[in-house]
């Protein structure tokens, strides 16, 4: 299901970004172009971080950040930023890999979280994400960590 969520328009890598809202606005922007979100959506995410704290920070190193499927939601989607200077989402939440998940609902995502747990289990996975300078070598290296588990 990842796979089929992330593919070469949702994946952009850059240098790096002024602060982890803009973070969140260009990790979001492939998903705004192609209608799955409204704009209305990306505030969400950053105002529900702003009241709560950074716990979209769920792996040293990455970020998803999320709203509410009324937030702005139009189809199940998600994104995938990868910088090569982390930003930082708190004092010690250093962040170089920022996935949006745009949920339409409260299940039909759960695969995809699970196929998302599986990159995310071993930092080494995360570091060659990382590494990636292509969008291209982003998707092989999902391919891989997502089909090891089923081999």
């Given at each position: 299901m ?7 328009e949702?994946?952009?890598i ?16 492939p998903?705004?172009q192609q ?5 209305r959506?990306?505030?969400?995410m950053i105002?529900?971080?702003e009241?709560h ?20 939601v ?10 090569q200077?982390p930003v ?18 409260h299940?039909t ?6 196929d ?7 930092p080494?996975?995360i ?7 292509r ?7 999902i ?7 089923r081999?």
């Open positions: 990842l796979t089929e969520l992330l593919h070469r949702t994946i952009q850059t240098n790096e970004v002024a602060n982890w809202q803009d973070a969140i606005r260009f990790a979001a922007s998903l705004l209608n799955k979100i409204e704009k959506y990306i505030q969400a105002d529900s971080i009241q704290g950074p716990y979209v920070v769920l792996t040293p190193k990455v970020a998803i950040p999320h709203a509410r499927p009324s937030d702005g139009n189809e199940l989607s998600m994104s995938l930023l990868v910088l200077k930082y989402f708190g004092p010690d939440k250093a962040v170089y890999v920022i996935i949006i998940l745009a949920a339409t609902d299940s995502h759960l695969q995809a979280l699970v998302l747990t599986q990159v995310l289990q071993e080494s996975q570091d060659n994400i990382i590494g990636c300078k969008a291209e070598c982003v998707m092989d290296k391919k891989q960590y997502t089909t090891k588990e081999l």
